[in-house]
């Protein structure tokens, strides 16, 4: 795009007030509203900071997750169980693991 000499531009970009550094990050994760997930591994990360507003350029492997856990339940059914039953966070995640079922885990917590 630029056929400029990598100094001279961070020269230009310090004049203008625009500073740059690199973070070293090893997984970038990002939640969103709906509960599911970007994550970005094997990043690279730099911090832009225009005269005092800062912002981050990450590019990497990217994928997406739903707002399922890796053991298939949503923490909304962790809460559902313990509401329901009274149980701790670990008893209804061992009845969610056990059972397989929110129904199930809920009738056996009960």
């Given at each position: 795009?630029?056929?400029?000499?990598?100094?001279?531009?961070?020269a230009?970009?310090?004049?203008?007030?625009?500073?740059?550094?690199?973070?070293d990050?090893?997984?970038?994760?990002?939640?969103?509203?709906?509960?599911?997930?970007?994550?970005?591994?094997?990043?690279?990360?730099?911090?832009?900071?225009?005269?005092?507003?800062?912002?981050?350029?990450?590019?990497?492997?990217?994928s997406?997750?739903?707002?399922?856990?890796?053991?298939?339940?949503?923490?909304?059914?962790?809460?559902?169980?313990?509401?329901?039953?009274?149980?701790?966070?670990?008893?209804?995640?061992?009845?969610?693991?056990?059972?397989?079922?929110?129904?199930?885990?809920?009738?056996?917590?009960?």
């Amino acid at each position: 795009m630029f056929n400029m000499d990598p100094k001279k531009m961070e020269a230009m970009m310090r004049q203008m007030g625009i500073n740059q550094k690199n973070i070293d990050a090893e997984r970038v994760v990002i939640e969103q509203s709906s509960g599911s997930k970007i994550i970005i591994d094997n990043p690279s990360v730099v911090e832009i900071n225009m005269k005092g507003n800062k912002s981050f350029q990450i590019s990497g492997d990217i994928s997406e997750s739903d707002e399922q856990s890796e053991t298939g339940f949503t923490e909304e059914d962790i809460t559902t169980v313990i509401e329901k039953t009274g149980a701790s966070e670990e008893e209804a995640r061992k009845a969610l693991e056990k059972t397989g079922d929110l129904a199930e885990a809920i009738m056996e917590l009960s």
